[in-house]
Nanobody, 124 residues
Framework: QVQLVESGGGLVQAGGSLRLSCAASGRSVSAYVTAWFRQAPGKEREFVAG????????YYADSVKGRFTISRDVAKNTMFLQMSNLKPEDTAVYYC?????????????????WGQGTHVTVSS
């Protein structure tokens, strides 16, 4: 099992940047497919970015491609989401997630472990 704890959320102006962190404990993040999701008020949880076990294959939602970057530091057992050129529509609670085996990386139901979430608010 793995436990996940996000941090780094906050309030930022449109065009600004934030880096979210997801500290893992229990097992190495390299043992999992890992991802970031977000959920805006009144909306369903949606996929943002994902990384496969090797760390060399990454995927992004079209809405964040070119602005967000997923990465990890295996030595620190931590995942990151670097967010740049933020827009008001990026406002949401951001969650990190991990899965030991996966069929569709874009579906929340594919992930076994979740953090508690961190709030990101982008003002216009």
């Amino acid at each position: 099992q793995v436990q996940l704890v996000e941090s780094g959320g906050g309030l930022v102006q449109a065009g600004g940047s934030l880096r979210l962190s997801c500290a893992a404990s229990g097992r190495s993040v390299s043992a999992y497919v890992t991802a970031w999701f977000r959920q805006a008020p009144g909306k369903e949880r949606e996929f943002v970015a994902g990384m496969y076990w090797t760390g060399r294959t990454t995927y992004y939602a079209d809405s964040v491609k070119g602005r967000f970057t997923i990465s990890r530091d295996v030595a620190k057992n931590t995942m990151f989401l670097q967010m740049s050129n933020l827009k008001p529509e990026d406002t949401a609670v951001y969650y990190c997630a991990a899965s030991g085996g996966i069929s569709n990386y874009k579906l929340p139901g594919s992930y076994d472990y979740w953090g508690q979430g961190t709030h990101v608010t982008v003002s216009s």
